[in-house]
């Protein structure tokens, strides 16, 4: 048995049911003062002030035990949606957009999505594996315990079941909690350019069962878009992810709404992601569904544009969640703080509701959050220890890491 004790705050993200927080309930982070935690074989013991839990503490050795004097506890963070999954990096076309250059440009002359393609084909099991590795021990130093990895990088059907077999490897080996997302609809391949139905066919009636049958992934995850798959194509897909067991998510109304959010919000997905360019229309059929509006600040960030309507859609109720989106084009970066940052100075969520949207809310997005995502007996113990004396200085000491430890399953982690 283990204990942290003397906690000025121990920030628990707890909610009194299983479901999502929204619009009042996303500002309460379940804050004990002078917390105290205790940890045994993996799981939650007791949480608590440190004076109520004190005479189980004293059953605890010494050297068990942390004194959290000017320190808080908050969960492990859940990232709930990146594309980790990949080889090289895209510096180059990071400059280019820096000169003005729009994105889709870039991905219409072989840049984007396609470039990282090509240079997954070009590279070894090993490099992937290793590259990879590499960002999730940085997601794990900044905090995040659970994370969402899509394919979409291989686009062919041998390469999209390479990428999650390698992706099952990983997450055998690495202390991360890794939910797979199959995304082989991310781009049309140029070799279908003139035949992008011949390709959702693939999808649909190759890849999918497939995938399904190997249980390499859990959800079927589409790009939405002009100009990449539309309503009608990814329709087809969810309706042959469903039939073949499983869960949905969708890229939607990033640059424009084609009624993706409806659609996803309809077959009752998991999560609609990103909704810069959110209608009315979406943000009723949000409303009035479970399926979690997942933000992803980082890539409006990055990608120099503006923000999805956030503080709208927690006065309407909606349920939101906090991503990092990482990946090699729009958005690089590991770091769930950064993004809780981001959240608060861009979108205006208080750090309250970003806190619950990055734990409890993600672990809801994902369906494990009887698991994770929130500090309470019973559940695993996936914790951070933090530098500082309140979570509201997550979004306001930005750029730094202010993660001590990261605690997973019990385990501290080095
Ligand atoms: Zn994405």
Redesign the pocket.
């Known amino acids: 048995m283990k204990a942290i004790i003397n906690l000025d705050q121990l920030v628990t993200c707890i909610h009194t049911t299983s479901k999502a927080k929204r619009g009042p309930e996303m500002n309460d982070v379940g804050v004990i003062s002078n917390g105290a935690i205790i940890i045994d074989d993996g799981f939650i013991r007791g949480v608590g002030s440190t004076y109520s839990l004190q005479k189980t503490i004293d059953k605890i050795p010494k050297e068990n035990i942390i004194d959290g004097r000017g320190k808080i506890v908050i969960p492990g963070f859940v990232d709930s949606?990146?594309?980790a999954i990949f080889a090289g990096t895209r510096e180059k076309e990071f400059a280019m957009r820096l000169q003005g250059k729009p994105y889709m440009e870039i991905l219409l002359a072989g840049g984007g999505i396609l470039n990282s393609r090509k240079t997954l084909m070009e590279s070894s099991d090993k490099e992937i594996i290793e590259q990879t590795r590499a960002r999730f021990d940085r997601m794990i130093a900044f905090g995040t315990t659970s994370v969402e990895v899509?394919s979409g990088y291989g686009l062919s059907t041998e390469q999209e079941i390479r990428s999650l077999e390698l992706l099952k490897v990983l997450s055998e080996s690495h202390v991360i909690d890794v939910q797979k997302t199959f995304?082989g609809a991310h781009a049309v391949p140029p070799e279908y350019k003139d035949s992008k139905s011949d390709y959702v066919s693939l999808v649909c009636n190759e890849m999918i069962p497939i995938i399904a049958s190997k249980k390499l992934a859990k959800y079927c995850?589409v790009?939405c878009e002009k100009g990449v798959f539309n309503v009608n194509d990814t329709e087809r897909i969810f309706e042959t992810a469903i039939a073949n067991g499983l869960e949905l998510r969708l890229?939607s109304d990033e640059i424009e709404s084609l009624g993706g959010t409806e659609l996803a919000c309809a077959l009752g997905a998991r999560s609609v992601?990103?909704l810069i360019a959110i209608t009315n229309n979406g943000l009723k059929a949000l409303e009035k569904c479970e399926t979690i509006a997942n933000l992803?600040p980082g890539?409006s960030y990055s990608l120099m544009k503006s923000y999805a309507p956030a503080r709208e859609m927690i006065n309407r109720g909606i349920a939101l969640s906090l991503s990092t989106?990482c990946?090699p084009g729009?958005c690089y970066t590991e770091s769930m703080p950064m993004i809780i940052s981001l959240a608060c100075l861009n979108m205006k969520l208080t750090p309250a509701e970003a806190l619950n949207a990055a734990t409890f809310n993600g672990a809801c997005s994902l369906g494990i959050q009887d698991r994770v995502g929130s500090l309470e007996m019973g559940k695993e113990a996936d914790l951070l220890l933090l530098d500082m004396q309140s979570y509201e200085a997550i979004p306001y000491h930005f750029g730094i890491n202010p993660v001590l430890k990261t605690m997973k399953y019990g385990k501290w982690i080095d």
């Open positions: 949606h990146t594309h899509k995304l995850d790009f890229h992601d990103h992803l890539t989106d990946n729009s």
